[in-house]
């Protein structure tokens, strides 16, 4: 979708889709160039019971020459409740309710004091993602026709900079749910690896695949413990993107890697709902997804490095044992007295390995825990961090987005439901507080005096209904969140 703002006015504007949304204020401006240049409207909105509240929509379709063949009125509410938010979710329903039809797509909505930048990208990005849907999979798609090009109204010229990195931004969402949405016969570890060598390849990144064989000549007998039982080789991947320049900061971006999840021994059953069980690689596909991004952004600066230890999680033979001692990279011993926690033992090997590149900071994204689903819901991820600094950039990283987190303790205590009689530790606590022990269990394997961040995305990663700019399926939630945070370290 091309993107531009555009010089005329609501009067003037003659694309296919003009989108108008309007405050409850009775000096509402637009409200009465609308009805200059639609005559009748004002009757069809008080027909309708259009009172401009944020949950009301009106969908037209006005008989004039020259003029856009669909009109759609949105509410925005109260104009002092104005946010980026509230313009974003706008943006999406324009998007959604624009589908059908194709040219351009106009659109006018209040920004008050808001910052005109911020909302250009915001509402871009609202457009482009909410107009999203993966066909991939069907024989026959439906014929689908939506806008090819969005007209951003009544901005002024030096919004024009906040629709720059709206493509890369949404590109690199776009790859993450369709990783996510894939079935698990098609993205597997060496599909992951293949799609990393697609990114290294057109965009100029060093990649590094380890095999079994270098895993076990590393050490990494907790990640190789999860990948015993498939008949799929595991692969860990190190992506690396090096700025033209001087670098100032390196970071590095953990993903958990589990293209499928069957719980092990400890079986998945009931509400785990194993069929889903394929977007256990969420974390992998964000931080994939951010490296595209990152990748034709081009930071300055700032040198990243992806991580992702991959593998599938199943059950024969040769699986691991609830109650068996594996050892990690570094030597820690871990007694396993739950298989299905197991991304927590792959991200302990790639946490370490993380922290062997000398980072600044690193963050780590995981589908890992259904507690974190009971505490917060499936609209916001959990944060745990050892920095007060990081924390707070992720937070800003993360509201810019538009993705809700919400930091989470890191309570010293709760260490002591992962003592083990026999090893080092366990792999699991006890439930209550479980979103917050399998924090601490991550942070054993992090480098002291390392700014380290653990964002559990179980939640968010999935949309059964679509929600916001996320139609229904895979969100591609986190990819934003630490673009915008990379970006910030730039120099």
């Known amino acids: 979708m091309r993107l ?30 609308l ?66 039809c194709s040219g351009s797509l106009g659109l006018l909505l209040p920004w008050g004091d808001l910052e ?113 039982g498939s008949d799929l080789p595991p692969k860990f991947l190190h992506l690396i993107y090096r700025p033209a320049g001087e670098v100032k900061r390196r970071l590095a971006l953990v993903g958990k890697g589990l293209t499928f999840d069957s719980g092990g021994y400890n079986l998945k059953v009931g509400a785990a709902q194993i069929d889903m069980m394929k977007f256990d690689m969420g974390g992998s596909a964000a931080v994939l997804g951010a490296m595209r991004s990152i990748a034709e952004r081009k930071p300055e600066g700032v040198e990243v490095h992806m991580i992702v230890a991959s593998c599938e999680n199943m059950v024969n033979g040769s699986a691991v044992h609830p109650g068996d001692i594996v050892t990690a990279a570094d030597g820690t011993t871990i007694e396993i007295n739950n298989t299905d926690a197991e991304g927590r033992l792959t991200l302990a090997d790639a946490l370490l390995y993380a922290c062997e590149q000398q980072p600044d900071a690193v963050v780590d994204l995981a589908t890992l825990t259904g507690a974190c689903v009971i505490a917060l819901g499936d609209e916001m991820a959990g944060l745990w961090s050892n920095d007060d600094d990081l924390a707070t950039a992720l937070d800003t990283a993360a509201g810019t987005a538009g993705e809700g987190l919400w930091r989470m303790p890191l309570r010293k205590s709760y260490k002591d439901g992962l003592k083990s009689l026999l090893a080092d530790t366990k792999n699991t606590g006890p439930r209550p507080g479980g979103s917050i022990t399998a924090a601490l269990f991550l942070q054993e394997f992090v480098a002291s005096g390392t700014a380290w ?16 700019l996320d139609p229904a399926g895979a969100t591609g939630y986190g990819v934003r969140t630490l673009v915008n945070w990379v970006c910030q370290q730039a120099a």
């Open 4 to 33: 531009s703002l555009s010089s005329s006015g609501l009067k003037n504007w003659d694309g296919d889709v003009l989108v108008v949304g309007l405050l409850k204020e009775e000096s509402e401006p637009h409200r009465a160039e």
């Open 35 to 100: 009805s200059e240049r639609f005559p009748g409207l004002e009757a069809v909105l008080e027909q309708q019971a259009f009172q401009a509240k944020p949950s009301d929509q009106v969908v037209l379709h006005p008989l004039q020459e020259g003029g856009p063949s669909r009109l759609i009125v949105l509410g925005l509410g109260e104009a002092a409740a104005l946010s980026l938010d509230g313009l974003r979710a706008a943006a999406a329903r324009a998007a959604k309710a624009s589908i059908g």
């Open 116 to 228: 005109a930048e911020a909302v250009a990208q915001a509402t871009a990005e609202a457009v482009l993602l909410a107009s999203y849907k993966d066909q991939r999979f069907r024989k026959d798609p439906e014929p689908r026709r939506v806008p090819e090009a969005l007209e951003l109204l009544g901005l002024p010229e030096q919004a024009a900079s906040g629709l720059t990195p709206v493509a890369a931004n949404c590109a690199g969402v776009d790859l993450a749910r369709q990783l996510v949405a894939a079935p698990p016969n098609v993205v597997t570890p060496a599909a992951l690896a293949d799609t990393a060598a697609e990114l290294a390849r057109d965009y100029g990144l060093e990649l590094t695949v380890l095999e079994r064989a270098d895993c076990e000549a590393r050490g990494m007998g907790a990640f190789l413990a999860v990948s015993q």
């Open 453 to 468: 961040a653990h964002i559990d995305i179980a939640g968010p990663v999935w949309s059964d209904k679509g929600r916001g």
